[in-house]
Protein backbone atom coordinates (compact mmCIF):
# COMPACT_ATOMS: atom_id res chain seq x y z
CA UNK A 1 0.00 0.00 0.00
CA UNK A 2 1.53 3.17 -1.65
CA UNK A 3 2.17 6.03 1.74
CA UNK A 4 -0.52 8.48 2.23
CA UNK A 5 0.94 11.84 1.39
CA UNK A 6 -0.88 14.18 3.45
CA UNK A 7 0.85 12.16 6.58
CA UNK A 8 4.21 12.43 7.79
CA UNK A 9 6.07 9.39 7.22
CA UNK A 10 8.02 7.92 10.02
CA UNK A 11 11.67 6.91 9.01
CA UNK A 12 11.95 4.24 6.22
CA UNK A 13 14.74 1.84 6.43
CA UNK A 14 18.11 2.00 5.21
CA UNK A 15 21.28 3.64 6.03
CA UNK A 16 20.23 7.15 5.06
CA UNK A 17 17.99 7.60 8.01
CA UNK A 18 20.86 8.06 10.53
CA UNK A 19 23.00 9.37 8.18
CA UNK A 20 25.33 11.27 10.18
CA UNK A 21 25.09 14.80 8.17
CA UNK A 22 22.22 14.42 6.50
CA UNK A 23 20.22 17.55 7.73
CA UNK A 24 23.44 19.30 8.80
CA UNK A 25 22.85 23.60 8.04
CA UNK A 26 26.32 24.76 8.03
CA UNK A 27 25.61 28.25 8.62
CA UNK A 28 21.61 28.05 9.48
CA UNK A 29 20.75 31.11 11.33
CA UNK A 30 17.61 30.93 13.46
CA UNK A 31 25.87 6.88 30.52
CA UNK A 32 29.03 4.43 31.14
CA UNK A 33 27.90 2.13 32.83
CA UNK A 34 24.21 1.55 31.98
CA UNK A 35 22.95 1.96 35.62
CA UNK A 36 19.01 1.75 35.52
CA UNK A 37 16.60 3.84 37.48
CA UNK A 38 15.70 2.96 40.96
CA UNK A 39 11.76 2.61 41.56
CA UNK A 40 10.21 3.23 44.64
CA UNK A 41 6.84 1.28 44.91
CA UNK A 42 6.40 0.94 41.26
CA UNK A 43 7.99 4.51 40.39
CA UNK A 44 11.11 6.08 39.87
CA UNK A 45 13.06 7.58 42.70
CA UNK A 46 14.41 10.84 41.85
CA UNK A 47 14.72 11.04 38.21
CA UNK A 48 17.13 13.95 38.91
CA UNK A 49 20.32 14.72 41.60
CA UNK A 50 19.56 18.77 40.73
CA UNK A 51 15.84 18.69 41.59
CA UNK A 52 16.11 22.64 41.90
CA UNK A 53 18.20 22.86 38.18
CA UNK A 54 16.79 25.19 35.88
CA UNK A 55 15.15 23.40 33.20
CA UNK A 56 16.01 23.96 29.95
CA UNK A 57 13.48 25.12 27.14
CA UNK A 58 13.27 26.44 23.46
CA UNK A 59 13.83 30.08 22.26
CA UNK A 60 11.57 30.80 20.01
CA UNK A 61 13.27 31.56 16.68
CA UNK A 62 14.64 27.88 17.57
CA UNK A 63 11.65 26.00 17.41
CA UNK A 64 10.55 27.84 14.34
CA UNK A 65 13.37 26.57 12.49
CA UNK A 66 13.53 23.57 13.89
CA UNK A 67 9.66 23.05 12.76
CA UNK A 68 10.44 24.05 8.98
CA UNK A 69 12.57 20.91 8.93
CA UNK A 70 9.14 18.65 9.45
CA UNK A 71 6.11 17.97 7.03
CA UNK A 72 3.38 18.20 9.36
CA UNK A 73 1.25 20.36 8.58
CA UNK A 74 -0.42 23.67 10.49
CA UNK A 75 0.65 24.04 13.95
CA UNK A 76 -2.33 24.14 16.36
CA UNK A 77 -0.77 24.13 19.79
CA UNK A 78 2.69 23.60 21.50
CA UNK A 79 2.98 22.90 24.59
CA UNK A 80 5.87 22.01 27.07
CA UNK A 81 6.63 18.64 28.29
CA UNK A 82 8.65 18.73 31.12
CA UNK A 83 9.58 15.14 31.73
CA UNK A 84 12.78 13.34 32.14
CA UNK A 85 16.18 14.94 32.21
CA UNK A 86 15.92 19.29 33.23
CA UNK A 87 18.86 19.33 30.14
CA UNK A 88 16.74 17.98 27.50
CA UNK A 89 13.74 20.26 26.60
CA UNK A 90 10.71 18.87 25.72
CA UNK A 91 7.21 19.98 23.45
CA UNK A 92 4.42 18.37 22.79
CA UNK A 93 3.32 19.50 19.77
CA UNK A 94 0.27 18.88 17.86
CA UNK A 95 -0.70 19.77 14.32
CA UNK A 96 -3.09 19.40 11.34
CA UNK A 97 -1.26 15.67 11.01
CA UNK A 98 -0.77 14.50 14.30
CA UNK A 99 0.17 14.96 17.93
CA UNK A 100 4.34 15.11 18.52
CA UNK A 101 6.88 15.17 20.43
CA UNK A 102 9.97 17.59 20.02
CA UNK A 103 13.26 16.78 21.51
CA UNK A 104 16.63 18.62 21.99
CA UNK A 105 19.66 15.85 23.19
CA UNK A 106 20.76 17.45 26.18
CA UNK A 107 24.72 18.03 26.16
CA UNK A 108 26.79 15.90 26.65
CA UNK A 109 23.75 13.07 24.93
CA UNK A 110 24.62 14.57 21.98
CA UNK A 111 27.06 12.28 19.66
CA UNK A 112 25.84 12.01 16.57
CA UNK A 113 27.40 8.89 16.05
CA UNK A 114 25.65 7.43 19.81
CA UNK A 115 22.22 8.71 18.45
CA UNK A 116 22.63 7.31 15.14
CA UNK A 117 22.96 3.59 17.10
CA UNK A 118 20.02 4.07 19.28
CA UNK A 119 17.84 5.27 15.82
CA UNK A 120 19.46 2.14 13.88
CA UNK A 121 17.90 -0.02 17.10
CA UNK A 122 13.92 1.95 17.27
CA UNK A 123 13.94 1.88 13.45
CA UNK A 124 15.07 -1.65 13.10
CA UNK A 125 12.32 -3.07 15.95
CA UNK A 126 9.37 -0.93 14.43
CA UNK A 127 10.04 -2.53 11.36
CA UNK A 128 8.67 -5.66 13.56
CA UNK A 129 5.79 -3.25 15.10
CA UNK A 130 7.29 -3.58 17.93
CA UNK A 131 5.83 -1.14 20.47
CA UNK A 132 7.35 2.59 20.71
CA UNK A 133 6.91 5.60 19.74
CA UNK A 134 7.93 6.12 15.86
CA UNK A 135 11.25 8.39 14.76
CA UNK A 136 9.68 10.77 12.47
CA UNK A 137 11.91 12.05 9.61
CA UNK A 138 12.94 15.34 7.94
CA UNK A 139 11.45 16.93 5.27
CA UNK A 140 13.76 16.21 2.67
CA UNK A 141 15.48 13.39 3.31
CA UNK A 142 13.65 11.14 6.17
CA UNK A 143 16.62 11.84 8.18
CA UNK A 144 15.70 10.49 11.82
CA UNK A 145 17.78 13.47 13.20
CA UNK A 146 17.84 17.01 12.49
CA UNK A 147 21.21 18.55 13.00
CA UNK A 148 21.34 22.35 13.57
CA UNK A 149 24.36 24.53 13.63
CA UNK A 150 24.06 28.38 14.64
CA UNK A 151 25.94 31.04 16.68
CA UNK A 152 23.17 31.19 19.58
CA UNK A 153 21.45 27.45 18.97
CA UNK A 154 21.95 24.28 17.59
CA UNK A 155 22.18 20.55 18.62
CA UNK A 156 20.41 17.38 17.88
CA UNK A 157 16.56 17.20 17.78
CA UNK A 158 14.39 14.40 17.07
CA UNK A 159 10.54 14.17 16.41
CA UNK A 160 8.70 11.15 17.82
CA UNK A 161 5.12 10.17 17.14
CA UNK A 162 3.31 11.05 20.90
CA UNK A 163 1.70 8.07 22.05
CA UNK A 164 -0.63 8.44 24.64
CA UNK A 165 -0.75 6.22 28.38
CA UNK A 166 -0.51 5.33 31.75
CA UNK A 167 2.17 4.53 34.20
CA UNK A 168 3.13 1.18 35.68
CA UNK A 169 0.41 0.43 38.37
CA UNK A 170 2.19 -2.72 39.80
CA UNK A 171 -0.56 -4.96 38.72
CA UNK A 172 0.93 -8.53 38.51
CA UNK A 173 -0.57 -8.86 34.64
CA UNK A 174 1.21 -5.55 33.87
CA UNK A 175 4.29 -7.07 35.62
CA UNK A 176 4.13 -9.65 33.36
CA UNK A 177 3.97 -7.94 30.10
CA UNK A 178 6.98 -6.00 30.90
CA UNK A 179 9.14 -9.03 31.18
CA UNK A 180 7.50 -10.25 28.13
CA UNK A 181 8.44 -7.23 26.16
CA UNK A 182 11.87 -7.21 27.27
CA UNK A 183 11.94 -10.86 25.99
CA UNK A 184 10.25 -9.82 22.63
CA UNK A 185 13.18 -6.79 22.61
CA UNK A 186 16.07 -9.18 23.04
CA UNK A 187 14.95 -11.97 20.38
CA UNK A 188 14.48 -9.00 17.65
CA UNK A 189 17.60 -7.84 18.30
CA UNK A 190 19.60 -11.07 19.09
CA UNK A 191 20.90 -10.95 15.78
CA UNK A 192 21.24 -7.46 15.41
CA UNK A 193 24.48 -5.51 14.11
CA UNK A 194 25.27 -1.87 13.01
CA UNK A 195 28.31 0.39 11.44
CA UNK A 196 27.54 2.60 14.19
CA UNK A 197 29.46 2.21 17.78
CA UNK A 198 27.86 1.44 20.94
CA UNK A 199 29.32 1.29 24.77
CA UNK A 200 29.63 -1.70 26.76
CA UNK A 201 29.88 -0.80 30.44
CA UNK A 202 27.97 -2.52 33.19
CA UNK A 203 27.22 -2.32 36.16
CA UNK A 204 28.48 -6.07 36.36
CA UNK A 205 31.95 -6.40 38.11
CA UNK A 206 32.58 -2.32 37.32
CA UNK A 207 35.61 -1.14 38.86
CA UNK A 208 34.13 2.10 38.89
CA UNK A 209 31.88 1.16 41.41
CA UNK A 210 34.43 -0.45 43.68
CA UNK A 211 36.13 2.84 43.63
CA UNK A 212 32.88 4.92 43.93
CA UNK A 213 32.30 3.26 47.24
CA UNK A 214 36.01 3.75 48.48
CA UNK A 215 35.98 7.18 47.41
CA UNK A 216 32.75 7.90 49.58
CA UNK A 217 34.41 6.12 52.38
CA UNK A 218 37.66 8.04 52.36
CA UNK A 219 35.51 11.59 52.00
CA UNK A 220 33.12 10.72 55.10
CA UNK A 221 34.14 11.54 58.29
CA UNK A 222 31.92 8.64 60.00
CA UNK A 223 33.65 5.49 60.42
CA UNK A 224 30.17 3.69 60.21
CA UNK A 225 29.61 5.11 56.60
CA UNK A 226 32.83 4.12 55.89
CA UNK A 227 32.32 0.33 56.97
CA UNK A 228 28.86 0.60 56.07
CA UNK A 229 31.00 1.18 52.33
CA UNK A 230 33.61 -1.65 53.08
CA UNK A 231 30.19 -4.24 53.40
CA UNK A 232 28.69 -2.95 50.32
CA UNK A 233 31.73 -3.59 48.07
CA UNK A 234 32.44 -6.86 49.74
CA UNK A 235 28.78 -7.57 48.68
CA UNK A 236 29.31 -6.09 44.69
CA UNK A 237 32.67 -8.21 44.96
CA UNK A 238 31.40 -11.63 45.97
CA UNK A 239 28.04 -11.44 44.44
CA UNK A 240 30.41 -10.70 40.65
CA UNK A 241 32.04 -13.83 41.73
CA UNK A 242 29.20 -15.60 42.04
CA UNK A 243 27.89 -15.00 37.70
CA UNK A 244 31.61 -15.29 36.97
CA UNK A 245 31.52 -18.41 38.39
CA UNK A 246 28.63 -19.30 36.51
CA UNK A 247 29.93 -18.48 33.23
CA UNK A 248 29.00 -14.68 32.69
CA UNK A 249 32.40 -14.08 30.29
CA UNK A 250 30.96 -16.61 28.17
CA UNK A 251 27.52 -15.59 27.70
CA UNK A 252 26.41 -14.54 24.34
CA UNK A 253 26.73 -10.78 23.60
CA UNK A 254 23.54 -8.57 21.61
CA UNK A 255 21.87 -5.38 22.01
CA UNK A 256 20.18 -4.68 25.65
CA UNK A 257 18.22 -2.00 26.74
CA UNK A 258 19.96 -1.33 29.56
CA UNK A 259 17.72 1.03 31.55
CA UNK A 260 14.52 -1.55 31.84
CA UNK A 261 12.28 0.47 34.49
CA UNK A 262 8.68 1.32 34.72
CA UNK A 263 9.69 4.86 34.00
CA UNK A 264 10.85 3.42 30.30
CA UNK A 265 7.47 2.64 29.23
CA UNK A 266 3.86 3.33 29.08
CA UNK A 267 0.81 0.80 29.72
CA UNK A 268 -2.72 0.69 28.56
CA UNK A 269 -5.25 -1.73 29.74
CA UNK A 270 -2.07 -3.84 31.45
CA UNK A 271 -0.42 -3.84 28.09
CA UNK A 272 2.74 -1.66 27.09
CA UNK A 273 1.62 0.44 24.24
CA UNK A 274 5.55 2.13 24.51
CA UNK A 275 8.90 1.52 25.54
CA UNK A 276 10.79 4.39 25.22
CA UNK A 277 14.36 5.77 26.02
CA UNK A 278 17.18 4.07 24.12
CA UNK A 279 19.87 6.21 24.91
CA UNK A 280 21.61 3.33 27.03
CA UNK A 281 21.24 0.60 24.62
CA UNK A 282 24.42 -1.51 24.99
CA UNK A 283 25.84 -4.85 23.83
CA UNK A 284 25.69 -7.06 27.00
CA UNK A 285 24.55 -10.18 27.86
CA UNK A 286 20.61 -10.19 28.04
CA UNK A 287 20.91 -11.16 31.74
CA UNK A 288 21.68 -7.64 32.35
CA UNK A 289 18.65 -6.49 31.33
CA UNK A 290 16.68 -9.16 32.86
CA UNK A 291 18.09 -8.83 36.04
CA UNK A 292 17.86 -5.31 36.50
CA UNK A 293 14.20 -5.27 35.12
CA UNK A 294 13.78 -8.35 37.78
CA UNK A 295 14.91 -5.43 40.65
CA UNK A 296 13.00 -2.55 39.06
CA UNK A 297 9.64 -4.41 38.81
CA UNK A 298 10.12 -5.58 42.37
CA UNK A 299 11.60 -3.44 44.66
CA UNK A 300 9.59 -1.93 47.22
CA UNK A 301 9.50 1.47 48.56
CA UNK A 302 8.33 3.30 50.94
CA UNK A 303 7.95 7.20 51.30
CA UNK A 304 10.81 9.58 52.89
CA UNK A 305 10.98 7.08 56.01
CA UNK A 306 13.83 5.16 54.71
CA UNK A 307 13.72 2.86 57.59
CA UNK A 308 10.90 1.91 56.95
CA UNK A 309 11.20 0.34 53.32
CA UNK A 310 10.98 -3.37 53.79
CA UNK A 311 14.54 -5.38 53.11
CA UNK A 312 12.18 -7.99 50.87
CA UNK A 313 11.10 -7.50 47.26
CA UNK A 314 7.69 -8.28 45.64
CA UNK A 315 8.29 -11.87 45.37
CA UNK A 316 5.10 -12.20 43.31
CA UNK A 317 5.79 -9.41 40.68
CA UNK A 318 9.50 -10.82 40.95
CA UNK A 319 7.54 -14.20 39.56
CA UNK A 320 5.60 -12.87 36.93
CA UNK A 321 8.27 -10.73 35.61
CA UNK A 322 10.22 -13.33 34.86
CA UNK A 323 8.27 -15.90 34.27
CA UNK A 324 6.84 -12.90 31.89
CA UNK A 325 9.98 -12.80 30.17
CA UNK A 326 10.07 -16.90 29.87
CA UNK A 327 7.11 -17.17 28.08
CA UNK A 328 9.20 -15.59 24.89
CA UNK A 329 12.95 -16.54 25.75
CA UNK A 330 13.39 -19.04 28.26
CA UNK A 331 16.56 -18.16 30.78
CA UNK A 332 19.18 -21.13 31.12
CA UNK A 333 19.79 -22.29 33.88
CA UNK A 334 23.14 -20.57 34.87
CA UNK A 335 21.18 -17.08 33.81
CA UNK A 336 18.29 -18.11 36.20
CA UNK A 337 20.43 -18.57 39.22
CA UNK A 338 22.56 -15.69 38.25
CA UNK A 339 19.43 -13.16 38.65
CA UNK A 340 20.06 -12.24 42.16
CA UNK A 341 23.24 -11.75 42.36
CA UNK A 342 22.95 -9.48 39.58
CA UNK A 343 19.95 -7.14 40.89
CA UNK A 344 22.64 -6.79 44.58
CA UNK A 345 24.88 -5.19 42.07
CA UNK A 346 22.69 -3.37 39.80
CA UNK A 347 21.10 -1.75 43.50
CA UNK A 348 24.87 -1.00 44.51
CA UNK A 349 26.08 0.54 41.35
CA UNK A 350 22.32 3.01 41.17
CA UNK A 351 23.23 4.02 44.19
CA UNK A 352 27.03 5.00 45.02
CA UNK A 353 27.55 7.54 42.14
CA UNK A 354 24.75 10.14 42.88
CA UNK A 355 25.91 9.62 46.49
CA UNK A 356 29.51 10.49 46.01
CA UNK A 357 28.76 13.42 43.46
CA UNK A 358 26.48 15.25 45.67
CA UNK A 359 26.16 13.25 49.29
CA UNK A 360 22.26 12.25 48.45
CA UNK A 361 20.73 10.20 46.09
CA UNK A 362 17.94 12.28 45.00
CA UNK A 363 16.22 13.73 48.14
CA UNK A 364 17.63 10.71 50.50
CA UNK A 365 20.24 11.70 52.65
CA UNK A 366 23.73 9.43 51.11
CA UNK A 367 24.30 7.61 54.14
CA UNK A 368 21.02 6.89 55.17
CA UNK A 369 20.39 5.38 51.64
CA UNK A 370 23.09 2.89 51.55
CA UNK A 371 21.63 1.27 54.73
CA UNK A 372 18.74 0.63 52.97
CA UNK A 373 20.80 -0.52 49.68
CA UNK A 374 22.67 -2.58 52.39
CA UNK A 375 19.25 -4.00 54.06
CA UNK A 376 18.07 -5.01 50.93
CA UNK A 377 21.06 -6.61 49.28
CA UNK A 378 21.34 -8.61 52.58
CA UNK A 379 17.90 -10.03 52.12
CA UNK A 380 18.15 -10.76 48.23
CA UNK A 381 22.09 -12.59 49.51
CA UNK A 382 20.03 -14.90 52.11
CA UNK A 383 17.47 -15.19 49.97
CA UNK A 384 18.95 -15.80 46.25
CA UNK A 385 18.64 -19.37 46.29
CA UNK A 386 14.36 -19.04 46.84
CA UNK A 387 14.42 -17.01 44.20
CA UNK A 388 15.28 -19.13 42.00
CA UNK A 389 13.29 -22.21 43.17
CA UNK A 390 10.36 -19.39 42.89
CA UNK A 391 10.94 -18.89 39.43
CA UNK A 392 11.90 -22.57 38.39
CA UNK A 393 8.69 -23.92 39.53
Given amino acids: MPADPAQPQPVPTGASQVNLTAGMTGTMTGTMLGIPSLPSAGASVGSSTEPHAKRESFGIEELAVVLSHYDIGPIKSIKDFPRGSRKAPKLLVEAARGVYLLKRRAKGRDDAAKVAFTHAIQLRLAEQQYPLPHLIGTRTDGNSMLQLTANHFGGIYELFEFIPGQSYQGSLD??????????????????????????????????AVTNALSSIARQSPSPQLADLCQRLRDSYEFSAEVVEAHGYSHWPRQVIHADWHPGNMLFRDQRIVAVIDYDSARILPRSIDTSNGALQFSIIGHDDNLSAWPESLDESRFKRFVRGYDHVVLLSEAELHSVPHLMI?????????????????????????????????????????????????
Fill in 174 to 207: ATDEAGRVLALYHKLLENFTTEFPSSTGSYHNAQ
Fill in 345 to 393: QALIAEAVFPILATGKFARFDGADFLAMVRRKTLWLSEHAEDLVKLVSE
